[in-house]
């Protein structure tokens, strides 16, 4: 079996799926090694691995963005990002692009120096490094080291057409709609950081790996082996870049853990309240918009009275606390993969994450958009069937409960191919297997 490396940024919506991928290699006989800033060390001895420090960025986040400890000039792109988000979906995503040079490669030199010294200190046979990695796959690149590519969010990230672009939503759903000239900016924008990262990976590999073949496009760079996804193969999804092995894993969701004792009292309590319960939980950067979380519980709870909510509010908890009461719980964070078999429907951001966490659990969804992947994986919702996608800076009070309520008459049944069942039947054991089999062939 081989010895691999498996590459996290440092952060938790990533850093999870990879550690359960981990997990999934390790119990298929592999020697396992997971690399990840400092901080994330609990998750390697979750997945029973070996840990290794690896800096492979300057921002994180270990679970709430704004509780992160953080660089002032991270902390100011993150509440810049926060702030572009209440303006609506173009200006999230023309300040993402704004802000990517320095979020996703502001030292490329340094982080192929890192890489360089973990591969001569444990010298793998593999690597698995994540695609928005986009500085590892670089450096991987460059030491022509064999790596396999994890895409943890929507699979338009992993690009196949020569008019797709990193940043540019591959479709909208219903309710958020921007204007033509709108688009024409965002792509002007994304496009510009195409050229410009791809004119800085030539630089960096002409200097570092003068004999390696160039990387091409920075953001359509993928391991030429193998391509997994955190995602069902939903049939309208974009072209995929040809000769690798593309597997749709479905969800990255570890082995099923209990809930534990002292969520299970507070479910159980609730429940005794309320005929139903909703999880209301917008991601660990997105929990910033404490204005969402307050409209759409107190919508729900007023015009549901009996349904229950709990809310992970993450650093807005003290400016939520007064929602707490019977039937609503506030916390910073909650075990939500444990939690989601015991509610009745989520209200989310649009996360691949909860996406299909939510499917896997047969929990439906209102979805709310932000930023990012978010607005592809919402239509995706939209059209499997398995969840409502409102817009979240346009909320009235009764957008959300009614929402719920169609959602819960289930007057859509949802595709096979994101079915419950059809989830459970895959997941990282399934993924791991596979990358195997390509790992040994190769």
Excluded at 145 to 169: I, Q, R
Excluded at 202 to 224: D, H, I, K, Y
Excluded at 401 to 418: F, K
Aim: aromatic fraction near 6%.
């Amino acid at each position: 079996m081989p010895r691999i490396v498996v590459v996290s940024p440092p952060f938790a919506s990533h850093a999870r799926p990879l550690a359960s991928l981990a997990a999934a290699l390790r119990g298929a006989g592999a020697d396992v090694h997971f690399a990840c800033g400092n901080g994330f060390e609990d998750l390697a001895r979750w997945a029973r691995v070996r840990f290794e420090p690896l800096a492979v960025t300057r921002n994180a986040n270990t679970g709430v963005a704004e509780s992160t400890p953080q660089a002032v000039r991270e902390a100011e792109r993150l509440a810049d990002f926060v702030d572009a988000t209440r303006r609506g979906a173009i200006p999230a995503l023309l300040t993402q692009a704004a802000h990517r040079r320095a979020d996703m490669l502001a030292d490329p030199h340094g982080v192929l120096t890192a890489v360089r010294g973990l591969h001569e200190r444990v010298r793998p046979d593999w690597y698995v490094a994540d695609q928005l990695s986009y500085p590892v796959t670089l450096a991987l690149h460059c030491l022509r080291v064999p790596y396999a590519t994890l895409c943890p969010g929507h699979p338009s990230y992993v690009l196949g057409e020569a008019d797709a672009y990193f940043g540019l939503p591959q479709a909208w759903p219903s309710r958020i709609r921007p204007a033509p000239h709108e688009l024409l900016a965002l792509r002007a924008s994304v496009k510009d950081n195409d050229e410009a990262f791809t004119a800085a990976f030539a630089a960096v590999a002409r200097t570092a790996a003068p004999g390696a073949p160039a990387p091409g496009r920075a953001f359509a760079l993928t391991s030429p082996h193998a391509v997994l996804y955190s995602y069902p193969q939903l049939p309208w999804l974009p072209v995929r870049p040809r000769g690798r092995a593309h597997f749709f894993a479905g969800h990255m969701v570890g082995q099923e853990e209990p809930l534990p004792a002292s969520w299970a009292h507070r479910v159980t309590a609730l429940r005794a309240r309320t005929r139903r319960v909703v999880l209301v939980a917008l991601g660990t950067f997105l929990s910033a918009r404490d204005d969402v979380l307050r409209t759409v519980t107190e919508s729900i709870l007023r015009a549901h009275r009996d349904v229950g909510v709990i809310v992970a509010a993450g650093a807005r908890t003290d400016a939520l606390a007064d929602l707490a009461g019977p039937r609503c719980l506030v916390f910073p964070s909650v075990p939500q993969q444990e939690l989601l078999p015991h509610v009745d429907a989520m209200v989310h951001h649009g996360g691949a994450n909860s996406f299909t966490e939510c499917v896997r659990a047969g929990v439906p969804a209102v979805v709310l958009p932000f930023s990012s992947d978010q607005f592809s994986v919402a239509a995706d919702a939209e059209r499997a069937g398995v969840g409502a996608v409102l817009d979240p800076n346009a909320l009235g009070e009764r957008d959300v409960p009614q929402a719920l309520q169609i959602l819960w008459t289930g007057r859509r049944r949802p595709l096979d191919i994101v079915s419950t069942a059809t989830m459970r039947r895959r997941g990282p054991a399934w993924a791991a297997a596979r990358l195997l089999a390509v790992m040994n062939r190769v």
